[in-house]
């Protein structure tokens, strides 16, 4: 009988990347061939489980595009993005679990689009899309509440109907998206609409996963922030819509208590901004606090 068992087996493997000369990808390397291998032994893989495994893989990289990449969708629903998520902000506030005065950051999500226009204070980035106006404003500070002028918020959202404008069109327009620059007081302020809950694409190889399982495929509503100061960790994070359908079964686990915020209701009228509405509309408040980098 052959003396080629599966603990050979793993060594081998490991041994095989033991020369890799960059020491962080040898780490990597070893890690991965470690639990993967332990992995398929804990639930005894078969060859029929494996081919199917590869298979959905192969499926994932096919649906896949720039406005599609349906890899960081699955990376959302098995929950990896958050951990990384948290592993980072950890690593920036030099604490073993995260705890930190900044605001929890959250996942970025597939929808981002670099290149959204610098606009004054005030602007309604969601004009001409379909949802319930609403106003912003917070502040900006460091974690030990000082103001930070000139920080930048990059900001976008799906509409009122929970699509985002890269679901729109194969070429599309930016909408609900906007970068803004805080006031000398670290103010910010700015139109949209109230977000919507709204299903993660499901018509690919992450929603069959996801009907497998018996798992929702829905977002509660939320806005997306990225803001940034010189200085300062950048933090990408939401502002949740509180009492949002799905608040509690986020399918992306990105939703964090403290990035909850009640949206007040308003009859039509003028708004604290002088702005005329003819319609009702809500109003959020949110302040971000953003870490120092690490000296």
Do not use: C
């Not at 930016?174 to 302020?189: I, L, S, V």
């Not at 009907?211 to 940034?228: E, K």
């Not at 502002?239 to 990035?259: E, Q, T, W």
């Not at 949206?263 to 009228?269: C, I, Q, R, S, V």
């Amino acid at each position: 009988m052959s003396e080629y068992n599966q603990d050979r087996l793993t060594q081998d493997v490991v041994d095989s990347v033991a020369n890799t000369p960059e020491p962080r990808l040898r780490e990597l390397m070893t890690a991965l061939v470690k639990h993967i291998h332990a992995y398929a032994r804990e639930v005894d893989l078969t060859p029929e489980e494996w081919l199917a495994g590869l298979k959905f893989l192969n499926a994932t990289g096919q649906i896949s595009t720039e406005k599609r990449p349906e890899f960081i969708l699955l990376s959302d629903t098995l929950g990896l993005s958050m951990m990384v998520v948290s592993l980072a902000q950890a690593r920036a506030s030099g604490t073993a679990k995260g705890a930190t005065e900044a605001t929890e950051a959250t996942v970025e999500g597939p929808f981002y689009w670099p290149g959204a226009p610098d606009l004054p204070l005030g602007t309604d980035i969601g004009a001409g899309v379909p949802g319930e106006p609403t106003y912003y404003t917070g502040r900006v500070t460091d974690v030990d509440g000082r103001p930070l002028a000139g920080a930048l918020l990059d900001v976008w959202s799906g509409d009122g109907n929970g699509k985002y404008d890269v679901q729109l069109s194969a070429e599309p327009t930016m909408k609900a998206r906007g970068r803004f620059r805080t006031d000398a007081e670290g103010g910010y302020r700015f139109w949209s609409i109230r977000p919507a809950y709204y299903p993660i694409p499901d018509d690919g190889p992450v929603g069959e996963m996801l009907r497998a399982t018996d798992r929702s495929i829905y977002r509660p509503g939320h806005i997306h922030m990225q803001v940034s100061a010189p200085g300062h960790v950048m933090l990408t994070t939401h502002v949740f819509v509180a009492g949002s359908p799905y608040i509690d079964n986020d399918a992306v686990f990105g939703k964090r208590d403290s990035l909850v915020v009640d949206f007040a209701t308003h009859p039509p009228g003028k708004a604290a901004d002088g702005r005329e509405l003819r319609v009702p509309y809500h109003s959020a408040s949110f302040d971000f606090r953003l870490a120092p980098v690490p000296a």
